[in-house]
């Protein structure tokens, strides 16, 4: 089955304010969450299949959250968080469940009922061709 993912997140990556084990986290819990955004997983749970200590993922998570890229909405009674992806950042079965998706998380945001994404202003994307021109210090 195909899958959307949303580009408001996976086109701007690049300019994330996050180190890039934090972007390589944010792809496992894309691929670990359900259309939508929810993430079925517990934060142990997490830590046991990405074979990394809870505290490694608490540290992975933070930036993320800073972000509102991955919300915590509630404790889930289990001893743990509960997480979930923001709709902007979420995978979705079918571009028209994105585009619902989208404006109702739009409608929300205005009304102030829901956080935005707090991702830096766009400025200039990377170069389209060519090799960047790299060096090291």
Same mark, same amino acid.
């Given at each position: 089955?195909?899958?959307?993912?949303?580009?408001?997140?996976?086109?701007?990556?690049?300019?994330?304010?996050?180190?890039?084990?934090?972007?390589?986290?944010?792809?496992?819990?894309?691929?670990?969450?359900?259309?939508?955004?929810?993430?079925?997983?517990?934060?142990? %749970? $997490?830590?046991?299949?990405?074979?990394? =200590?809870? &505290? /490694?993922?608490?540290?992975?998570?933070? *930036?993320?959250?800073? !972000?509102?890229?991955?919300?915590?909405?509630?404790?889930?009674?289990?001893?743990?968080?509960?997480?979930?992806?923001?709709?902007?950042?979420?995978?979705?079965?079918?571009?028209? %469940? $994105?585009?619902?998706?989208?404006?109702? =998380?739009? &409608? /929300?945001?205005?009304?102030?009922?829901? *956080?935005?994404?707090? !991702?830096?202003?766009?400025?200039?994307?990377?170069?389209?061709?060519?090799?960047?021109?790299?060096?090291?210090?």
């Amino acid at each position: 089955m195909a899958e959307v993912l949303s580009p408001l997140v996976s086109d701007r990556i690049w300019a994330m304010p996050v180190s890039g084990a934090v972007v390589k986290f944010l792809t496992y819990l894309v691929f670990r969450s359900e259309f939508g955004g929810n993430l079925p997983i517990r934060q142990k %749970d $997490m830590a046991k299949e990405y074979k990394i =200590t809870p &505290q /490694a993922v608490s540290l992975l998570m933070a *930036p993320l959250c800073d !972000l509102n890229i991955v919300l915590r909405p509630s404790s889930d009674g289990r001893g743990g968080n509960s997480y979930r992806l923001h709709p902007f950042a979420a995978k979705y079965e079918t571009p028209e %469940d $994105m585009e619902a998706a989208f404006r109702h =998380t739009v &409608q /929300a945001i205005k009304a102030g009922d829901f *956080p935005n994404l707090r !991702l830096p202003a766009y400025v200039s994307a990377p170069p389209a061709e060519g090799r960047p021109n790299l060096q090291i210090a």
